[in-house]
């Protein structure tokens, strides 16, 4: 310390850093440089198990010409553990998930007035309904259908969109 203070300018040097960081002049500055040094490396790799694309497919179907029922059909990658609906709520929530018994690889899940997702759900005009698969590597996949619902109104009918 001895050495740094018979530098010619030490001490004001020092005095002009200290008044710098107690008034807070320039610490973005210090913390700036000081983060620059920073580096991380980050590696992505392919999960062997992943089963790819969500749903091949997964479209709405009309079913009979008074428009009391619609399906929706889907394809997957692979045999669900699970396959489940839920309806976005008016706040953009989802509702409680529905169990597809005995959902296979491809299949088409018939939906009407009396489906649990509809009933809970009748007093909307829209509903926006998604499909969730579980797969047996705990991997989820998700896709969206919005449906045009007329069951409020004690008619029954449900609308592919």
């Not at 710098?20 to 590696?43: E, I, K, P």
């Not at 045999?79 to 998930?97: E, M």
């Not at 018994?101 to 489906?115: C, K, M, P, Q, R």
């Not at 698969?133 to 996949?141: I, L, S, V, W």
Request: one cysteine or more; glycine letters at 8%; hydrophobic letters at 45%.
């Amino acid at each position: 310390m001895r050495r740094f203070q018979g530098l010619p300018g030490a001490s004001a040097a020092v005095g002009a850093f200290m008044l710098t960081v107690l008034l807070g002049f320039g610490g973005s500055a210090a913390s700036a440089l000081w983060q620059q040094s920073a580096t991380a490396t980050m590696t992505v790799t392919a999960a062997a198990n992943w089963p790819g694309s969500a749903f091949q497919q997964f479209a709405c179907a009309r079913v009979d010409n008074a428009d009391k029922a619609v399906a929706l059909n889907y394809v997957l990658p692979e045999v669900p553990v699970a396959l489940t609906l839920s309806a976005k709520r008016s706040d953009g929530t989802y509702g409680p998930p529905h169990t597809v018994a005995g959902a296979g690889a491809s299949g088409s899940i018939v939906l009407n007035e009396n489906s649990q997702v509809i009933a809970e759900n009748r007093a909307m005009s829209l509903l926006a309904v998604k499909a969730t698969a579980t797969y047996q590597n705990r991997t989820e996949a998700s896709a969206e259908i919005t449906l045009r619902l007329d069951v409020g109104t004690n008619n029954g009918k449900l609308y592919c969109v």
